[in-house]
């Protein structure tokens, strides 16, 4: 319950542009990142749930959902996972300044 509420708490801040991407990716990465992906995921969905279906943010934070997907599934595989969770991070951002 407790790393829940810090996941949801970190990605409020930065789709508010308040959290650093690069330190945060960067402690996702070492510790307990996939089930950090499943809370990013859940907390998509949640957003997702609440928006108009018209609304030009949802086709955003479908495509970001997806990107949660496939890192989570790729978490087997030597990748720069930081630099992933990142790029994700950086288009959750965004997102918010194009809506």
Same mark, same amino acid.
């Given at each position: $319950?407790? &790393? ?16 650093? $991407? !690069? ?6 990465? %070492?510790? /307990?990142?996939? *089930? %950090? ?8 969905? /949640?957003? @997702?749930?609440?928006? $108009? !279906?018209?609304? =030009?943010? !949802?086709?955003? &934070?479908?495509?970001? !959902? ?11 595989? =030597? ?5 992933? @969770?990142? *790029? &994700? ?11």
């Amino acid at each position: $319950p407790a &790393l829940g509420a810090e996941t949801r708490r970190t990605l409020e801040e930065m789709e508010q542009g308040t959290a650093d $991407p !690069v330190t945060t990716a960067e402690r996702w990465h %070492r510790a /307990d990142t996939a *089930l %950090r992906l499943r809370c990013f995921e859940t907390w998509l969905t /949640d957003r @997702i749930q609440r928006q $108009p !279906v018209a609304a =030009p943010r !949802v086709r955003t &934070l479908f495509e970001l !959902v997806e990107g949660v997907r496939e890192l989570r599934s790729t978490l087997d595989v =030597p990748i720069n996972r930081s630099l992933a @969770i990142e *790029l &994700l991070f950086r288009r959750l951002a965004a997102q918010r300044k194009s809506a």
